[in-house]
């Protein structure tokens, strides 16, 4: 049996091209929403999910970062995908045919410039590559879609432009989660452990809770904040650092952080993509 990876969106998405570039061998598995990609690696229909997490300009994925917290999966990888954006259309349409282009509000932000020197009207879609079959559908003469390369090729479009994106750094961070945590030990490798934790509702909290890691020497790349179950007190984070558990320095930040906190679980211990760098001197 194949091995499956399963990701959010349409074929020929940002999150499909991920999965074929980084898990060439696994068969990706489109799926409508978040909640269906965890659903399915959490019955085994699926082996992997592959999450965006973050992106460069638009930021964090809001949405995910409500699922973690409820779902039984661990992170098991990350890796960092180029977004780049194509303005694709029917099969002999020219680019002086196009007045208006679909794509996700996102996107369509993205290449506000290119839109803007064509004169070309930004018009809302659900998703890149949704976008893309749509024109593909309508067969419209004077519709584009903003998508990816591989929209193209899954919608049977033409490329009138290419890399049309605003900005060349324009990247999202993905994640990779499976129903059992990567067994790993700490080494030379760089390593991310990732965790949630809830602070007391206590003056100063937060700020002691942080303090192990500061006074024992373990980075702290991440930290996001939000609100739980409806309440302006209950406040939920999300945190990732660099090194592995099984380390002292670690170890000893991770049990202060219990001191202060009502709860915290790790989510993951990964190793670090190569986009993060070499990894930082810990304490001996």
Do not use: W
Not at 19 to 25: A, K, M
Not at 45 to 52: G, K, R, Y
Not at 100 to 123: D, N
């Amino acid at each position: 049996m194949t091995d499956k990876i399963a990701y959010q969106g349409e074929p020929g998405s940002n999150s499909h091209i991920a999965c074929v570039e980084h898990r060439p061998n696994m068969e990706p598995v489109a799926c409508r929403t978040f909640e269906e990609v965890f659903a399915a690696v959490d019955s085994g229909d699926a082996e992997l999910a592959m999450i965006p997490v973050e992106n460069s300009i638009a930021g964090r994925v809001g949405d995910i970062y409500h699922l973690l917290p409820t779902s039984k999966l661990h992170i098991v990888g990350e890796m960092f995908q180029p977004i780049r954006f194509q303005l694709m259309a029917n099969k002999g349409v020219k680019l002086e045919d196009i007045d208006r282009a679909y794509s996700h509000v996102m996107a369509l932000g993205q290449c506000r410039g290119f839109l803007g020197k064509h004169g070309i009207t930004p018009r809302t879609a659900a998703d890149t590559a949704g976008a893309a079959r749509m024109v593909s559908e309508r067969g419209d003469g004077s519709a584009a879609a903003i998508a990816p390369t591989l929209a193209a090729e899954v919608y049977d479009l033409d490329i009138l432009a290419r890399d049309i994106e605003d900005a060349e750094h324009n990247t999202t961070r993905f994640v990779l989660m499976a129903r059992e945590p990567l067994d790993t030990d700490p080494g030379d490798q760089r390593m991310v452990t990732a965790f949630l934790f809830q602070v007391r509702n206590i003056p100063a909290a937060l700020y002691k809770a942080m303090g192990g890691f500061a006074t024992n020497g373990v980075n702290m790349t991440k930290l996001e904040s939000y609100m739980v179950g409806g309440s302006f007190t209950a406040t939920q984070f999300y945190a990732e650092i660099d090194g592995h558990p099984d380390e002292r320095h670690v170890q000893l930040a991770l049990e202060e952080l219990g001191f202060f906190s009502n709860s915290h679980r790790i989510l993951g211990v990964f190793p670090a993509a190569p986009e993060r760098g070499a990894r930082t001197n810990s304490p001996q």
